[in-house]
T-cell receptor
Framework: NAGVTQTPKFQVLKTGQSMTLQCAQDMNHEYMSWYRQDPGMGLRLIHYSVGAGITDQGEVPNGYNVSRSTTEDFPLRLLSAAPSQTSVYFC????????????FGSGTQLSVL | GENVEQHPSTLSVQEGDSAVIKCTYSDSASNYFPWYKQELGKGPQLIIDIRSNVGEKKDQRIAVTLNKTAKHFSLHITETQPEDSAVYFCAASIRVSNYQLIWGAGTKLIIKP
């Protein structure tokens, strides 16, 4: 089992560029989510999905879009990258949702110049 | 808004000694409190969790205690070993965000040989 797979591991963007961070899980989990991790701030929820076709905003959604067309995939799109989006991004999945173990990917380190 | 405070930000202990990390939360409706361990270059992994109807939970050298009245919970690691060196995050479920998790800022635990 691969678990949660994120690509790419590293990315450098220029201000204004767009890109998609990929996330896939092979555990047939219903819930998937995206977090950003900044020094001294822990993890902050960007967007989450409770199942295919259903997404909702988290704590810091501005500047990001998501879609969930399949159970396995949950890509995160940066529409117009800004230096404030420099961060480490983690995708996670859960079997059913609240109160259950989160399985995290290994992260994407993004730098926006 | 709701928040979770975690202390200390860095903790250095001698190998074999105990380590205690403390978190306080603001939402009185929080009912789920997990602890995650993050090793360098990896995503966080769940090490132990506790629900609001339980005061203490143990798993080998790790224990978590919950005081609902004071709204704080703590992670206790006994007989620390070099492999315990990592960053530890606490989190609490938040009612207003459909019980998604709000995270503490993290504690870097250093085990001195």
């Amino acid at each position: 089992n691969a678990g949660v797979t994120q690509t790419p591991k590293f990315q450098v963007l220029k201000t204004g560029q767009s890109m998609t961070l990929q996330c896939a899980q092979d555990m047939n989990h219903e819930y998937m989510s995206w977090y950003r991790q900044d020094p001294g701030m822990g993890l902050r929820l960007i967007h989450y999905s409770v199942g295919a076709g259903i997404t909702d905003q988290g704590e810091v959604p501005n500047g990001y879009n998501v879609s969930r067309s399949t159970t396995e995939d949950f890509p995160l799109r940066l529409l117009s990258a800004a230096p404030s989006q420099t961060s480490v991004y983690f995708c996670a999945s859960q079997k059913q949702g609240r109160g259950e173990k989160l399985f995290f990917g290994s992260g994407t380190q993004l730098s926006v110049l | 808004g709701e928040n979770v405070e975690q202390h200390p930000s860095t903790l250095s202990v001698q190998e074999g000694d105990s380590a205690v990390i403390k978190c306080t939360y603001s939402d009185s409706a929080s009912n789920y409190f997990p602890w995650y361990k993050q090793e360098l270059g990896k995503g966080p992994q769940l090490i132990i969790d506790i629900r609001s109807n339980v005061g203490e939970k143990k798993d080998q050298r790790i224990a978590v205690t919950l005081n609902k009245t004071a709204k704080h919970f703590s992670l206790h690691i006994t007989e620390t070993q070099p492999e315990d060196s990592a960053v530890y995050f606490c989190a609490a479920s938040i009612r207003v965000s459909n019980y998604q998790l709000i995270w503490g800022a993290g504690t870097k635990l250093i085990i001195k040989p």
